[in-house]
């Protein structure tokens, strides 16, 4: 079966820093989604990615799908303490399904 | 907007209790879906449904099955609970987009 891995795993960053983290595949993906899971909450869609190559942006969020469409990354500039949450890459596989990465628990310090 | 709701966000039950968990949603979506989220593992699909009475097996089925009589409820059904199944429950739903719209969850206690 196709073996996701995210990373990193957890951050701690202070306020105004930049985050990036990253998904990769052993499989091929035609679309990449992010989403973000605040506490107590169910995961919300941050952004969809169509394209191979494509960078996209949403405000201060900066993702990209790879060019191998392996993987994709996720950016986020400048954050601020409401960022706080899990952040999942959840490519689309066969039948319109979703696969999950383990998510990257991001705690920003005021 | 979108609202899919879930009949609890927390439930404690016992061994070998039977549980059902409610999702409903208000958008006539015709997929719905079933997640487990456990920490370091991400959200794994349990079951998931395309129209009524419908139901297919996610990747990690066993244990559970599923009841889908209306297009805007989906329950998840824990025939016999054990303490292995404590977790968060997450219901999604979609429409033909690729997007799935979330519940807040159920965290579930299996004692």
């Known amino acids: 079966g196709q073996q996701l891995n995210q990373s990193p795993q957890s951050m701690f960053i202070q306020e105004g820093e930049d985050v990036s983290m990253n998904c990769t595949s052993s499989?091929?993906?035609?679309?990449w989604l992010w989403y973000k899971q605040d506490p107590g909450e169910g995961p919300v869609l941050l952004i969809a990615?169509?394209?191979?190559?494509e960078l996209t942006s949403n405000g201060r969020l900066t993702a990209q799908f790879g060019i191998t469409r392996k993987d994709s990354f996720l950016n986020i500039s400048a954050s601020i303490p409401s960022d706080v949450g899990i952040y999942f890459c959840?490519?689309?596989?066969?039948?319109?399904?979703?696969?999950f990465g383990e998510g990257t628990q991001l705690t920003v310090n005021p | 907007d979108v609202k899919v709701t879930q009949s609890s966000r927390y439930l404690v039950k016992r061994t070998g209790e039977k549980v059902f968990l409610e999702c409903v949603q208000d958008?006539?979506?015709?997929?719905m879906f079933w997640y487990r989220q456990d920490p370091g593992l991400g959200l794994r699909l349990i079951y998931f449904?395309?129209?009524?009475?419908?139901?297919e097996k996610g990747d990690i089925p066993e244990g559970y099955s599923v009841s889908r009589e209306k297009k805007e409820r989906f329950s998840l059904i824990l025939e016999s609970a054990s303490t292995n199944q404590t977790s968060m429950y997450l219901c999604?739903?979609?429409?033909?987009?690729?997007?799935?719209?979330f519940g807040p969850g159920t965290r579930l206690t299996v004692l």
């Open positions: 999604a739903s979609r429409t033909g987009g690729n997007e799935q719209f």
């Open positions: 499989s091929i993906f035609n679309t």
């Open positions: 990615l169509y394209k191979a190559g």
């Open positions: 959840a490519p689309l596989t066969s039948g319109s399904r979703l696969t």
């Open positions: 958008m006539d979506h015709e997929n």
């Open positions: 449904s395309y129209d009524v009475k419908m139901k």
